[in-house]
T-cell receptor, first 113, second 115 residues
Framework: GNSVTQMEGPVTLSEEAFLTINCTYT??????LFWYVQYPGEGLQLLLK?????DKGSNKGFEATYRKETTSFHLEKGSVQVSDSAVYFC????????????FGTGTRLKVLA | GAVVSQHPSRVICKSGTSVKIECRSL??????MFWYRQFPKQSLMLMAT?????????EQGVEKDKFLINHASLTLSTLTVTSAHPEDSSFYIC???????????FGQGTRLTVV
């Protein structure tokens, strides 16, 4: 079946530190992959996406590369800010039927000044 | 990106009553809408998928008689929590997409508290 596995949080970093949040997936076919961010009390905002192997999604300094060989889509940022504190969800979109999204468990990031 | 609006953003209701949550696509026609539930500090669990004009498809373990979903138009889907109980308190999020295999857009969520 389809599933997404994310690293356990919380992740606590100092401002300007390097961030990596691991995400691996299991899927039939070639799903599209997404990272969403959720700020406290709010819905989900799309952070970045990649639709095929070797694609790199990027936005606001965040990057993730679709690695088919390792079935991974790790999120990275070179220098985090306090304002990046949020919960990050990795997700895949299945390639048939209702094209529904499957989410990972989410990783809470806290950035300290 | 396209805009999906959810209403209300917060609702408190008494145990035993029903509450309706609306999800609207503001600038596109949503052929499919998804309803999710999120428990505190947990991921989103898909509850059901609805296509405009047809019955919703519920995920395993979700009570369709308790969580009524209506998708009567291409811009509106509603989730009604019937005979709500405190354990139904949660954050409910909808998402909507247009054509198949296109990106879905998420509403801002509704926090339901049943007292």
């Amino acid at each position: 079946g389809n599933s997404v596995t994310q690293m356990e949080g919380p992740v606590t970093l100092s401002e300007e530190a390097f961030l990596t949040i691991n995400c691996t997936y299991t899927a039939t076919g070639y799903p599209s992959l997404f990272w969403y961010v959720q700020y406290p009390g709010e819905g989900l905002q799309l952070l970045l996406k990649a639709t095929k192997a070797d694609d790199k999604g990027s936005n606001k300094g965040f990057e993730a590369t679709y690695r088919k060989e390792t079935t991974s889509f790790h999120l990275e940022k070179g220098s985090v800010q306090v304002s990046d504190s949020a919960v990050y969800f990795c997700a895949l979109r299945v390639t048939s039927g209702t094209y529904k999204y499957i989410f990972g468990t989410g990783t809470r990031l806290k950035v300290l000044a | 990106g396209a805009v999906v609006s959810q209403h209300p953003s917060r609702v408190i209701c008494k145990s035993g009553t029903s509450v309706k949550i609306e999800c609207r696509s503001l600038d596109f026609q949503a052929t499919t809408m998804f309803w999710y539930r999120q428990f505190p500090k947990q991921s989103l669990m898909l509850m059901a998928t609805s296509n405009e004009g047809s019955k919703a498809t519920y995920e395993q373990g979700v009570e369709k008689d308790k969580f009524l979903i209506n998708h009567a138009s291409l811009t509106l889907s509603t989730l009604t929590v019937t005979s709500a109980h405190p354990e139904d308190s949660s954050f409910y999020i909808c998402s909507a997409r247009g054509q198949a295999n296109t990106e879905a857009f998420f509403g801002q969520g509704t926090r339901l508290t049943v007292v």
